[in-house]
């Protein structure tokens, strides 16, 4: 498979931030395409902040650093960039029908040796690649939340993913200075079908008033060694992505363990869909 040099990536929101910052840390000239301008204005400030902030932390020059990182950046709304993309990483919302567009709209403008990955964290690749002309170029490639401090990366082989395609993402990854775990293409895949049910049984336990958020949080916390409790995981993951996550599972699986919670339902209808806006199951200032 040819060198990926530049790469390109999709969705200018939180998950596509960090991907975008991380191939840039790591060497990579990267376009950045969303549909929105406010989105693009966001992911350039949100950059920039994250890199100061590590910078300073590493104890290197924050204007240095921000300076070379956003040197290999660009930001804009028209996908015709990906022309020259070895790598195209799709991070839009988690919708099959908008990823299904989305990788229609890659796969005209992308070069034929270009591989396609999604950011997906419960979606089908095979589903996913069959929107495109190239499916055994399509590979899941999903970062955790925050993506410049989370060493993992989830490649997922779809049905007719090459060993090339998915060689060539496992490369990549370890050139961003993380671990690459492969999994096959169930739904969820690895990570969020062990981690949904939990965050989902935690807002069962809230829903049924178990005990309060506080106390199911510093249970997990305290009695398990997990760095956050559930709920607040599920504020950070947003509970609108929590709730989608757990529909795939439900209808893909088809087991009713993976049934969303009213209450989760209820609060991504208000809005209260966590850090993002402000509060979820716990308050957070802008």
Known sequence: MA??????????????????????????TVAVVDSFP?????????????VRKMAEKAGKSPDDESKAVLGRL??????????????????????????????RRIDAVAPPHAVLASN?????????????????QVVGMHFMNPVPLMRLVEVIRGQLTTDAATAAVVAEV??????????????????????????NEAVFCLHEGVATREAIDEVMRLGMNHPMGPLALADLVGLDVCL???????????????????????????????RKSGRGFFEYSK
């Open 174 to 199: 370890k050139a961003l200075g993380k671990v690459p775990v492969e999994a096959n293409d169930f739904p969820g895949f690895v990570s969020n079908r062990i981690l949904m049910p939990m965050i």
């Open 74 to 103: 660009s930001f804009g709304p028209d996908a015709a960039v990906f022309e020259g993309c070895g790598l195209v990483v799709e991070a839009i919302v988690e919708d099959p029908a908008a990823k299904a567009e989305a990788f």
């Open 244 to 274: 989608a996550i757990l529909e795939v599972l439900h209808r893909d699986l088809g087991d009713d363990k993976y049934r969303p919670c009213p209450l989760l339902r209820r609060m991504v209808a208000a809005g209260l869909l966590g």
């Open 38 to 50: 406010g989105a693009l204005d966001r992911a350039r400030a949100s950059i920039e902040k994250s």
């Open 3 to 28: 060198e990926i040099g530049k790469v390109g990536v999709l969705g200018a929101g939180t998950m596509g931030n960090g991907i975008a910052q991380v191939f840039a840390q790591a060497g990579r």
């Open 120 to 136: 997906t964290s419960s979606i089908s690749i095979t589903r996913i690649a069959a929107a495109t002309k190239r499916p055994g």
